[in-house]
């Protein structure tokens, strides 16, 4: 026969609810202090730190104000050589492609026949010579004689008259022989400027100067050069009210700064270049006025009709300052820049801005001397509350070395042995 087991039943005595209740009492406590731990091991309740933004320390300061133009370099002398007298060319007598002096030999055109009118030409000189030579001496003979009534009152006059003829034929062989000589001249062909001579337009045996006077080659001078360039006509009427207004001041004198040009690769020739003129009338059709600079080039390494850039700077800007382009805001409504107060305390300025100038702005109005401009950490910013106070740091450009670490620099302690 099975065993019958009965189970003992579970007495709830008061001993074990006093063990109990003191078990949910501990762990309650054990609960909270995990809870509070980590304010206990922050900062101590504290809010966290500001955060950092770079600023950059509004300083005035006489500003140029470059402006950067489109134009195309220019020859200062183009002189195109031409054959003045007609004939067979003979020689060549330069290298094309080389540098001539003025007054160097260039062409010779086959002189024989004007060698030849220009001894004609002296040989009627001296005929003509012989000739008044002659007159002369017959008038002075005859002038005593017509005073002792020897000869005619009339005889005297023709001599006298004839005389005066010979003499006027005197002047009209020696400018015939003095045109014959010029064109004799012409025959050798000389560079009327110093410059750079390019190919030659003849060869030799070619027949020249027959009814036109040919051109034979092309010299220019191309050391200084110019660069001509464009300005709208609104900018140049713009910028002469500021100056009348004192915003602005000219800039002019020996203090004034250059013309520099930018070639193509987008390199800029080291050497300035001085403003000659601007020019007196607006174009109708793209309402542009022309300027031109002249720019020393004594490598001759700038050519004519090469296009290129120019900065020129036309006025100066007194009291003006400069902030990175990052700094402001651009818009429709106007120019706005952040600035961040003593306190940390941030605040939006409306400022004016004038032009661009090496990835700057250059400002006009709107800031104060000292005044702090935010330039970056506004990332930061957008995690944060309004309102919540930076802390102002100075602001450093991309790519400037940071500043060697303290801890980098401190050797380590030794060991202790």
């Known amino acids: 026969m099975p065993t019958l087991h009965v189970s003992r039943p579970f007495l709830f005595s008061p001993r074990v609810a006093a063990v109990s209740a003191a078990a949910v009492v501990v762990l309650m406590l054990a609960a909270c202090g995990k809870s509070e731990a980590p304010a206990a091991g922050g900062h101590g309740g504290a ?39 007609a004939g067979i060319m ?8 080389s540098d001539v002096k003025a007054g160097q030999l260039l062409f010779r055109i086959d002189p024989a026949p004007y060698a030849a009118a220009a001894r004609s030409a002296e040989a009627s000189l001296n005929r003509a010579e012989a000739n008044a030579a002659q007159a002369k001496a017959l008038a002075e003979r005859y002038k005593p004689l017509v005073a002792a009534n020897a000869v005619s009152k009339q005889e005297y006059d023709n001599a006298v008259a004839a005389q005066k003829t010979a003499e006027a034929d005197v002047g009209v062989s020696r400018a015939a022989l003095t045109t014959a000589k010029i064109n004799l001249g012409y025959a050798a062909v000389t560079a009327p400027i110093s410059g750079r001579i390019g190919r030659a337009l003849v060869t030799e045996g070619a027949l020249v100067g027959q009814g036109d006077a040919t051109q034979l080659a092309v010299i220019q001078q191309i050391d200084p050069i110019y660069v001509n360039f464009t300005q709208s006509a609104t ?19 020996a203090n004034a700064a250059s013309v520099r040009v930018v070639l193509e690769d987008g390199s800029e020739y080291p050497l300035p270049g001085r403003l000659l003129f601007s020019d007196l009338t607006v174009d109708s059709t793209t ?18 009709g090469l296009y290129v850039r120019v900065r020129v700077e036309q006025a ?11 700094a402001v805001t651009r818009t429709q409504q106007g120019d706005t820049v952040t600035v961040v107060s003593d306190d940390g305390k941030l605040s939006k300025r409306t400022v004016k801005i004038s032009a661009a100038q090496n990835n700057q702005w250059v400002v006009i109005d709107g800031l104060k001397a000292g005044e702090k401009v935010m330039v970056d950490g506004f990332q930061k910013l957008q995690m944060m509350p309004p309102g919540t106070p930076v802390k102002p740091v100075p602001w450093k450009p991309a790519g400037a070395a940071p500043a060697p670490a303290a801890a980098a620099a401190a050797p380590a302690p030794a060991a202790k042995q």
């Open 316 to 326: 100066q800007a007194s009291d003006a300052i400069t902030l990175p382009q990052q």
């Open 287 to 304: 309402g542009q006025v022309t300027l031109r600079a002249e720019v020393p080039n004594p490598n001759k390494n700038l050519l004519p």
């Open 47 to 85: 809010a966290p730190p500001a955060p950092e933004v770079g600023v950059v320390v509004a300083t005035p300061t006489s500003v140029g104000l470059i402006t950067e133009l489109p134009g195309r370099l220019e020859a200062s002398r183009i002189s195109e050589v031409r054959a003045r007298a």
């Open 90 to 97: 003979q020689e060549r007598l330069f290298k094309e492609g």
């Open 235 to 253: 900018d140049v009427m713009r910028l002469r009210r500021q100056m009348e207004a004192g915003q602005f001041k000219r800039a002019e004198g």
